[in-house]
């Protein structure tokens, strides 16, 4: 391969992956940027996506035969509203009685359920990797020097409708008012006769339903879970959204795509390769914070969200 | 009043942490000691405990699983004909998770419960720790799977490695890729200490023989996406690629591989010789092969055993059940030639052991107390199980 085929090779790499840390560092920030909450049990609930994602799919697995993707439409929008439930629920046990508690023990409620959802997974799979079967060929085609799959491209594509359409949601809808005037004065818009409750709760909705959605994408494309799988992504996503500018939902998107750059073309530099990708990413990480600390699109006095 | 309910919450969140963390620790322990009220007819003198360490939860579960079974069938079995010097088994198992340090508390808790010997070791990272724990406890330790090159020098003389270490496995995987006509190589490794040394037997052995290695890459441990390593490979175009790790990550390293187009031959280790590698990766798996240890599949010896573990266990017997069944008979065969139960004895008893029969072939310790002969085989994947290589 040439230099130009490997680069754009990378290129897309770094983008489908990009995409997925950008989907989960959006639920990291939008809850931070309303209730400035670290949600650590984010990762997990972008793992019990993919496990939802994995039933429902063998649920419809004898429907839609000879055609995958109707399937697994269905089975991500089912996927979707129950997950984004289950984040309803676990913010309205775990973290709204504690919203007049100081930030350190809502921090450790948040550590609590990503526990209790990380053990239930793995004593329920026995920690076992499963197979995600989706029946989607994976023939391959060129763009160009580009070697795409079908599969890929609908990801992408997906990945990016979806950070597309949450975008119109935050700034074109009333609900996304609401939740902007939420991260920026809460007791305020309370006296201003905005349900902050069911607000709060909206947000845990969208954030977990686009994990559940990177989660299952994550099956579809990779072809087995596990319940392991959200721990690193996790960690990744919350750098993303860090390095976007925290609470800032952009920012959370770019931060995604740049950390999936950076570690798909740092395999590419000699003497950091495959071993030290990790390194080489995070210390750029660092060397960038040190200069602009609030993030990409972040700025010292902000709207956050 | 405030205060209080603040202590009160943080309690339940200490609770609510304890109880996920212990989780951890608990599942997928068969009932030890169920045996108990089986045995109407021998009369024991006592009761011995014998250590088990494998892996029982985390990513690893499925084969420590396998062998912890192996063993508490080894020892149902032996309990049946009388027990050791008229003494009854019973057993203990400690999960090391395939975790240096859950593997350092699971040998703690093994010594302090005062177990007679060990038996177990699978993941050689959880491995290393614990043997200067055993050598210090002098309590003597059969490693029935770990086999990084690695614990030889960490050894302090109270392990013996039944399975043979990971400079034979990559002496085989050279012997089978030269067969195939390979003349460059790709390899990959997850970071873990088994499959770098692994990775680093094979290189060693490989350019001494005047061949390249193209490429050499990692993988972490739960990252699921390997778009850059594939591309890598590709760009290298490499004839064969090893994979020394596990197969949870090794099936979509071989998904990952196929799916962009890469028509080469691919070999894992002994790590991902699990079922399991092909029902995770599917038709992708077609014509892997892999350096396996003797499975009891392909042991005409095992089929009694066989038999046996699926009576009592609803599953297959995994690929290291059988050296985990061979290290329990070894250890019980070495205390009666000892004599006694003292850690000494049986240490003397283990060194001396002089053409034992297991099902895996026979078992002979070299000075370093590693075994004096390779045993690895080569298996194929062909519609949909793993089949002796021709």
């Known amino acids: 391969m040439t230099f130009w085929e490997i680069f754009l090779q990378q290129l897309f790499n770094g983008l489908l992956i990009g995409s997925f840390y950008g989907l989960v560092a959006i639920g990291y920030s939008m809850v931070y940027g309303i209730i400035k909450l670290l949600n650590f049990a984010h990762a997990d609930i972008y793992m019990s996506g993919a496990f939802v994602g994995l039933i429902t799919l063998s649920l419809f697995a004898n429907t839609f035969v000879g055609n995958a993707w109707l399937g697994i439409v269905l089975s991500l929008l089912i996927s979707m509203l129950l997950v984004g439930m289950l984040g309803v629920l676990i913010q309205r046990v775990a973290y709204r009685p504690m919203l007049k508690a100081p930030r350190l023990s809502i921090l450790i409620t948040a550590l609590a359920v990503s526990m209790l959802l990380y053990n239930t997974v793995m004593l329920l799979t026995q920690g076992q990797y499963k197979p995600f079967r989706t029946g989607l060929t994976h023939d391959s085609f060129f763009v160009g020097p580009l070697r795409l799959t079908e599969t890929r491209v609908v990801l992408l594509v997906a990945a990016i409708a979806l950070m597309i359409i949450l975008h119109l949601f935050i700034t074109r809808t009333m609900y996304g008012k609401a939740m902007r005037a939420i991260s920026l004065d809460r007791d305020t818009c309370q006296l201003m006769g905005i349900n902050v409750f069911q607000i709060v709760a909206i947000t845990f909705f969208v954030g977990s339903a686009l994990a559940a959605a990177a989660g299952i994408m994550a099956g579809v494309y990779y072809g087995t879970v596990h319940f392991?799988?959200?721990?690193?992504?996790?960690?990744?996503?919350?750098?993303?959204?860090?390095?976007?500018?925290?609470?800032?939902?952009?920012?959370?998107m770019l931060g995604g795509l740049l950390l999936g750059l950076l570690e798909s073309f740092s395999t590419q530099i000699p003497f950091v390769g495959t071993v030290w990708k990790d390194v080489f990413s995070f210390v750029f990480l660092i060397l960038f914070l040190l200069f602009r600390p609030t993030g990409i699109l972040g700025r010292a006095e902000s709207e956050r969200m | 009043m405030l205060k209080n309910k603040n202590v009160l919450l943080l309690m339940l969140v200490a609770v609510f942490l304890v109880f996920g963390v212990f989780g951890c620790g608990g599942p997928a322990t068969p009932p030890a000691d169920e045996d108990a009220g089986e045995e109407p007819a021998a009369e024991f003198e006592g009761e011995v405990l014998l250590g088990i360490m494998v892996p029982t939860t985390g990513s690893e579960a499925s084969d420590g699983g396998d062998m912890e079974n192996a063993a508490l069938l080894a020892v149902e079995e032996i309990n049946a004909a009388g027990g050791v010097l008229g003494h009854k088994i019973v057993t203990s198992t400690g999960d090391d998770g395939c975790d240096p340090s859950k593997a350092t508390a699971a040998?703690?808790?093994?010594?302090?419960?005062?177990?007679?010997?060990?038996?177990?070791?699978?993941?050689?990272?959880?491995?290393?720790?614990?043997?200067?724990?055993?050598?210090?406890?002098?309590?003597?330790?059969?490693?029935?799977?770990?086999?990084?090159?690695?614990?030889?020098?960490?050894?302090?003389?109270?392990?013996?490695?039944?399975?043979?270490?990971?400079?034979?496995?990559?002496?085989?995987?050279?012997?089978?890729?030269?067969g195939l006509g390979v003349e460059t190589i790709s390899l990959v490794d997850d970071g873990s200490a088994f499959s770098v040394d692994l990775k680093d037997q094979t290189k060693a052995a490989w350019e001494a023989a005047g061949y390249a290695v193209l490429t050499e890459d990692r993988v972490e441990t739960g990252t699921q996406d390997f778009s850059a390593v594939v591309t890598k490979i590709m760009d290298a175009g490499p004839d064969a690629v090893y994979w020394t790790a596990y197969q949870g990550l090794g099936a979509l390293l071989i998904m990952q591989l196929r799916q962009n187009g890469y028509e080469g031959i691919i070999m894992v280790g002994d790590g991902s010789s699990a079922q399991e590698l092909i029902d995770l990766a599917g038709p992708d798996a077609e014509g892997v092969y892999c350096t396996a240890p003797p499975k009891v599949d392909f042991l005409p010896a095992a089929q009694d055993f066989i038999s046996g573990y699926k009576e009592m266990f609803p599953r297959e017997p995994g690929a290291y059940a059988g050296l985990m069944r061979d290290a329990t008979y070894l250890l019980v065969d070495a205390v009666e030639r000892a004599g006694s139960f003292d850690g000494e004895a049986i240490k003397a008893a283990l060194a001396a052991t002089d053409s034992f029969e297991g099902l895996s072939g026979p078992v002979e310790f070299t000075p370093q107390n590693t075994l004096n002969r390779s045993n690895f085989v080569i298996i194929v994947a062909k519609d949909g199980k793993w089949a002796l290589a021709e």
Not at chain 2, 130 to 143: E, M, N, Q, R, S
Not at chain 2, 147 to 166: H, K, Q, R, V, Y
């Open chain 2, 107 to 178: 040998a703690s808790k093994l010594i302090s419960e005062e177990v007679f010997s060990v038996v177990g070791g699978y993941c050689s990272g959880a491995t290393l720790p614990t043997l200067k724990l055993y050598g210090d406890a002098g309590i003597p330790f059969v490693i029935a799977a770990s086999n990084a090159t690695t614990l030889i020098d960490e050894n302090p003389g109270w392990a013996f490695m039944i399975n043979s270490t990971g400079d034979a496995q990559a002496a085989k995987a050279l012997e089978w890729f030269e």
């Open chain 1, 228 to 252: 392991y799988m959200g721990f690193l992504i996790g960690l990744k996503a919350f750098t993303s959204a860090v390095i976007g500018g925290i609470g800032i939902i952009p920012g959370a």
